[in-house]
Nanobody, 126 residues
């Protein structure tokens, strides 16, 4: 099973994008879902997570107040609303299912997540 990310694109600094994470053959509502990003030459970097059990959310410091994660279990989707985008937010963004718990812990250890998609490119540039 593989997740599918969409919604990326080119946006000016200060702009907004909403990323979507969907899947077929898997009920995303049963999983905590994490959003990550990666720039060339660097490892995946955790961005945000939303729990399955109670929909609690976690954000890393550099996106707090700018990004909002949400889920719609009827649509089998998880979203990442990104506002006040900065050039340093430029990356390929991925979503993934958390393996061992339905609740986000604040840890974004790569191997605790699975079903990685192909990612969606976000470019913030004037």
């Amino acid at each position: 099973v593989q997740l599918v990310e969409s919604g990326g694109g080119l946006v000016q600094p200060g702009g907004s994008l909403r990323l979507s994470c969907t899947a077929s053959g898997i009920n995303l509502g049963l999983y905590a879902i994490g959003w990550f990003r990666q720039v060339p030459g660097k490892e995946h970097e955790g961005v945000s997570c939303i729990s399955s059990s109670d929909a609690t959310t976690h954000y890393v410091d550099f996106v707090k107040g700018r990004f909002t994660i949400s889920r719609d279990n009827l649509k089998n989707a998880v979203y990442l609303q990104m506002n006040s985008l900065k050039p340093e937010d430029t990356a390929v963004y991925y979503c993934a299912t958390q393996r061992h718990s339905r609740k986000c812990s604040g840890s974004y250890y790569y191997f605790d997540f699975g079903s990685w998609g192909q990612g969606t490119q976000v470019t913030v540039s004037s």
